[in-house]
């Protein structure tokens, strides 16, 4: 079975795993009597995988130090509004609203988010956090589990007539036949 693609896999971490393996076939099989095993150099390797020397220096001390080289180191920048679990918890807050049949406003994902940050005394998420959000969860795109505000301004506009005659037939009907509220 083919292994699955890994979008941290850069080069540099590419290079970094042939070394390791290298020096660790080297130092396992180096016994006497034996041919010791050739081990590219870092400078070699760099240039062959058109990288930096420090970046594989790098990454060879995380390994060396006992850390994944597939977990990537972290980043500069802002961190993210949601924690991992937070962000577990919406996806799936939003797909159980879908699968309901009721897809999820802007809004309410808004608010979920801002009370799962409240939870950690946290500040609100900003105005443009759910098209972020949703930028990072494609798969809730592509099932329409959010429903564009406009689809429910549109609906809010109707006339408010026929809804104000059904409760006038509604009141009727419960006069007519002698039903009270607790009958309902």
């Given amino acids: 079975m083919p292994r699955q693609c890994d979008k941290n896999m850069t080069a540099a971490k590419k290079a970094t795993k042939v070394i390791f393996a290298a ?7 180096n016994r006497p009597g034996k041919e010791p095993s050739a081990v590219p150099s870092i400078r070699q390797l760099a240039r062959q995988y058109n990288i930096s020397n420090t970046s594989i220096h790098r990454h060879l001390r995380a390994l060396r130090a006992g850390r994944n080289l597939r977990a990537s180191p972290d980043e500069g920048g802002r961190p993210r509004s949601l924690t991992e679990a ?3 918890a919406l996806g799936a807050f939003v ?10 406003l802007p809004l309410q994902v808004k608010e ?3 009370y799962l940050r409240s939870i950690r005394g946290q500040p609100p998420v900003s105005k443009h956090f759910v098209r972020s959000w949703l930028a990072d969860h494609p798969e809730l795109q592509k099932k329409g589990a959010i429903k ?3 689809l429910y301004q549109k609906r809010a506009k109707l006339d408010p007539a026929p809804v104000e005659d059904f409760f006038a037939q509604y009141q009727a ?7 009270g509220p607790s009958e309902i």
């Fill in 23 to 29: 020096q660790q076939r080297a130092g396992r099989f």
């Fill in 95 to 104: 797909i159980w609203l879908h699968k309901s049949g009721f897809p999820a």
């Fill in 86 to 88: 937070e962000d577990v």
């Fill in 112 to 114: 979920t988010a801002n």
């Fill in 148 to 150: 564009p505000v406009k």
């Fill in 173 to 179: 009907a419960l006069r007519d036949h002698n039903i």
